[in-house]
């Protein structure tokens, strides 16, 4: 299974294939799904999906594209 991995200084961030769609994992928190990895990726940089315990995703740095994620097989 193909996922994408960004770590900061909150926390590990996921966006994982699931049949809902791209799940947007925090901390082990699933906050959202988006129809693609790179739908995934920018909701969360942008926090325009729910909000994980540690805060507003946006002041976290993750980048808006999924090319600034980790591909792990």
């Not at 961030?13 to 988006?34: H, M, N, S």
């Not at 920018?42 to 090319?67: H, Q, R």
Request: aromatic share 12%.
């Amino acid at each position: 299974m193909v996922k994408w991995i960004f770590r900061t200084h909150a926390g590990k961030a996921q966006i994982v294939p699931t049949p809902k769609g791209f799940a947007i994992v925090f901390a082990g928190e699933t906050l959202d799904y988006r129809n693609s990895p790179a739908a995934a990726a920018e909701a969360l940089a942008n926090g325009a999906c729910y909000w994980p315990s540690a805060g507003d995703p946006s002041k976290m740095g993750f980048p808006e594209g999924i090319g600034g994620w980790q591909r792990v097989s």
